[in-house]
T-cell receptor, first 115, second 114 residues
């Protein structure tokens, strides 16, 4: 059974600081997803990482994937209040015929960025 | 935004009542998914579909059934709703092949079973 663990589950930080969210998963997978969710809203796709060593950046967020360590990180640089949200990582259960059979999610990291 | 709609957006029902939730997409994507989101559990896969009439079970499929008779519609049925099925239900879609790995999520349906 695939398990996905995020830490921390709750993070309060100040604007301007840097921090990293970690996502560990228990079985081999080459696909790792990061999502953002605002309260009461749906999930917004941030990154899809498809290979070992993949790194993607968008604004103040950067995600990386180490498939050998079964670890992905989401790094926040010089945080701003607008980045306050819950962040989820998710891993493919498997893929057949070229598409994903579904995602296994971590429990999410609730991030609060204070002015 | 990916063209995904869910209906109804909110529903209150009673224990033992059958309930059907609808997911409709305008992207012509092959894969469709149903997840539920509960506090402390993140999102969990209920069922998914990899084509018309092709479906399979996910992690928490007990008490749920699905149908997909057209590419654009994926229905989730709670055969006899229970209070433990009170949740937020999200539909997601994804394509087939390179460059279409992203799963896009619909707006969600909030279901309360009394």
């Amino acid at each position: 059974e695939l398990k996905v663990e995020q830490n921390p589950l709750f993070l309060s930080m100040q604007e301007g600081k840097n921090y990293t969210i970690y996502c560990n998963y228990s079985t081999t997978s080459d696909r790792l997803y990061w999502y953002r969710q605002d309260p009461g809203k749906s999930l917004e796709s941030l990154f899809v990482l498809l290979s070992n060593g993949a790194v993607k950046q968008e604004g103040r967020l950067m995600a990386s994937l180490d498939t050998k360590a079964r670890l992905s990180t989401l790094h926040i640089t010089a945080a701003v209040h607008d980045l306050s949200a819950t962040y989820f990582c998710a891993v493919d259960i498997g893929y057949s015929g070229g598409g994903a059979d579904g995602l296994t999610f971590g429990k999410g990291t609730h991030l609060i960025i204070q002015p | 935004d990916a063209g995904i709609t869910q209906s109804p957006r909110h529903k209150v029902t009673e224990t033992g009542t059958p309930v059907t939730l609808r997911c409709h997409q305008t992207e012509n994507h092959r894969y469709m998914y149903w997840y539920r989101q509960d506090p402390g559990h993140g999102l969990r896969l209920i069922h998914y579909s990899y084509g018309v009439k092709d479906t399979d079970k996910g992690e928490v499929s007990d008490g749920y059934s699905v149908s997909r008779s057209k590419t654009e519609d994926f229905l989730l049925t709670l055969e006899s709703a229970t209070s433990s099925q009170t949740s937020v239900y999200f539909c997601a879609i994804s394509g087939l092949g390179a460059g279409q790995e992203t799963q896009y999520f619909g707006p969600g349906t909030r279901l309360l079973v009394l």
